[in-house]
């Protein structure tokens, strides 16, 4: 993805697993003409280059090296989607695999790689006109951008729609498994001490759980026209 250079401010959009950061900050952003950039991607990026290499995700300091030395760039796909070229290949598909799902905290809180992705969020925020999603944009990657927004759901509604995302495609899994790994990776993301997850004091918190998608993101879309 090129800094195009722009001064119109990047959006901050920050919040849980399965809280829709994603698909809603890619609408708001489709609806206002920003590009997006969902930064799980660079972390799910770096377990998956992690996994490959055969380098033991829960040791930092192997992760860390396997970190400075890949190559990597985030680029804008087809469909408003991001894709993620890892050593010249392009591995987005992979990124949602079970196995980069359970061990992507674990490279998440590596300090290392935080270091290596932060630098890189902020090149792409410096040409404004970008919604970035994550856990820690608003308070760490671009804690001066105006509008910082956190959204949130209970945990419960949050693993409902991951399971009926899996039996849409025609995964069997059990809610109540959905539901562990799910608790489980926000106290890993929130307790760590590298950057966790936590609204900015300034933030705009939008609870989900009684929204549709529509409403969110119609919601966010008043909110980005004080700052356009
Ligand atoms: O949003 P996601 O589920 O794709 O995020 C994958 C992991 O990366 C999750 O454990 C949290 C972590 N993450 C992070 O620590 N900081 C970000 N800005 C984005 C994601």
Do not use: C
């Amino acid at each position: 993805m090129s800094n195009t250079g722009s001064t119109r401010p990047p959006i901050a959009i920050d919040g849980p697993a399965v809280s829709g950061k994603s698909s809603v900050g890619r609408s708001l952003a489709s609806h206002i003409g920003y590009r997006f950039l969902d930064t799980g991607l660079m972390y799910r990026a770096a377990t998956w280059n992690a996994i490959k290499n055969g380098v033991d995700v829960n040791d930092p300091a192997a992760v860390a090296q396997a970190s400075e030395s890949m190559d990597f760039s985030v680029s804008d796909g087809k469909t408003g989607d991001n894709q993620i070229v890892v050593n010249g290949e392009d591995v987005t598909k992979h990124l949602h695999a079970p196995m980069v799902d359970d061990s992507v905290s674990s490279v998440a809180s590596v300090g290392r790689v935080r270091e290596i992705m932060v630098a890189e969020q902020r090149r792409l925020a410096s040409g404004g006109a970008i919604v970035m999603v994550g856990r820690d944009i608003g308070t760490v990657v671009i804690p001066k951008a105006p509008l910082k927004i956190y959204l949130t759901a209970t945990v419960r509604t949050r693993a409902n729609r991951r399971h009926r995302e899996f039996i849409a495609e025609g995964t069997e899994i059990e809610f109540e498994d959905i539901l562990r790994s799910m608790e489980q990776r926000d106290l890993i993301d929130s307790s760590r001490e590298n950057s966790p997850l936590r609204p900015a004091d300034d933030a705009r918190v939008v609870d989900t759980d009684e929204l549709s998608f529509e409403e969110v993101v119609n919601h966010l879309v008043e909110l980005a026209k004080d700052v356009l």
